[in-house]
């Protein structure tokens, strides 16, 4: 047997076998990485996979948030899942996501508001639309099944409108009410903001939410502060 200083004396790159890496990109692309002699290597594209290159959550979300006997608040999941809608009495159908169809479509009344989650988007130019939808279906002892994707911002948004302006309370205490029917909620930056500049014409309530209320966004907590 050789000893293995003399493998090591002996030893060369030529002999060594050509070996490739392969790459998944977060968006799915494939790529393959060769060494190129000693000094770098080639990258070349391969077939698209199938798969993501992250992990992916697969578990469904179907936790509805009950936020009023006629509102309540979910994700896609939970708006596709018809056990789930059988379970909450649902009649309405409330879809403020981008992309996502309707699930069952001669089951309930459906209405859908394409919203960007994006701060820039101008949250209170759809309020009135969802509202109406949401009132319509009070008056025929509905219940309305809010959502969007996740379920988090652009939907919960929406409730925290709605309660705001249908149950004049302030910000804080709408964001609360919703918070506490579902604890994942966290509406974008630029949400935040309008919601908290948001003052329907009725809610007369001045200890809070004044010109002065601010809203800190740094945490997972929201901190208001009311001057």
């Known amino acids: ?10 030893f060369s790159r030529a ?4 070996q490739s ?5 977060a968006t799915g692309k494939v790529l393959v990485e060769t060494r190129s002699g000693d000094d770098g290597y080639v990258v070349e594209a391969a077939e698209e996979s199938a798969t993501c290159g992250f992990v992916q959550d697969l578990s469904l ?11 309540l608040l979910s994700s896609q999941d939970a708006a596709s899942d018809t056990e789930t809608l059988r379970k909450f009495k649902v009649t309405h159908v409330l879809n403020v ?5 309707n699930a069952f479509p001669g089951h309930f009344i459906y209405k859908t508001v394409p919203m960007m989650d994006l701060p820039e988007t101008e949250l209170t ?10 009132d319509e279906a009070k008056k025929q ?31 804080e205490d709408a964001f609360n009410r919703v918070r506490s029917a579902r604890p994942s909620i966290r509406p974008n930056a630029g949400f ?4 908290t500049e948001y003052h329907p014409r009725f809610i007369t309530n001045t200890y809070c939410c004044s010109s002065s209320c601010t809203v800190d966004i740094s945490n997972s907590a929201l901190l208001f502060k009311c001057l």
């Open 1 to 10: 047997m050789q000893s293995l200083s003399h493998e090591l004396q002996n």
């Open 125 to 134: 130019s759809y309020l009135p639309q969802c509202f109406e939808f949401i």
């Open 21 to 25: 890496t392969r790459i998944t990109t």
């Open 192 to 195: 935040l903001v309008q919601l």
């Open 61 to 71: 979300d179907l936790q509805v948030g009950v936020i009023t006997p006629f509102l």
């Open 141 to 171: 002892d509905g219940v309305v099944l809010l959502h969007c994707n996740a379920g988090v911002s652009r939907s919960a948004s929406i409730a925290i409108a709605y309660l705001m302006a249908k149950e004049k309370i302030p910000f």
């Open 15 to 18: 002999r060594l076998k050509k």
């Open 97 to 101: 996501a981008c992309g996502v169809e």
